[in-house]
């Protein structure tokens, strides 16, 4: 439920400011409400954890960290372009 919660102000704030920065830390933020659902799905019902949500989920932090990298450098350029 956590997660759901998470994910969807993280949505509501990336539909909703204009700032390139914030934009990017609000789908940082519905990035780790997906991840969060994912752990927790895969936590769910008795035995052991579903290792391949596990693995779904260390591959989504490599690929948030990836995309995070990429979309700061695309900001930095889009706001020295604007200021010139």
């Avoid at 969807?8 to 204009?18: I, K, S």
């Avoid at 700032?19 to 752990?39: F, M, Q, S």
């Amino acid at each position: 439920m956590l997660g759901a919660v998470v994910t969807l102000l993280g949505a509501v704030r990336l539909l909703t400011t204009a700032d390139l920065l914030r934009r990017v830390v609000a789908l940082n933020v519905a990035g780790v409400g997906t991840l969060l659902v994912l752990v927790a799905l895969a936590a769910r019902g008795p035995g052991d954890p579903d290792p391949v949500l596990h693995a779904l989920a260390l591959t989504g932090i490599v690929i948030t960290v990836a995309v995070t990298g990429l979309a700061l450098v695309l900001v930095r350029r889009v706001e020295e372009d604007d200021g010139d």
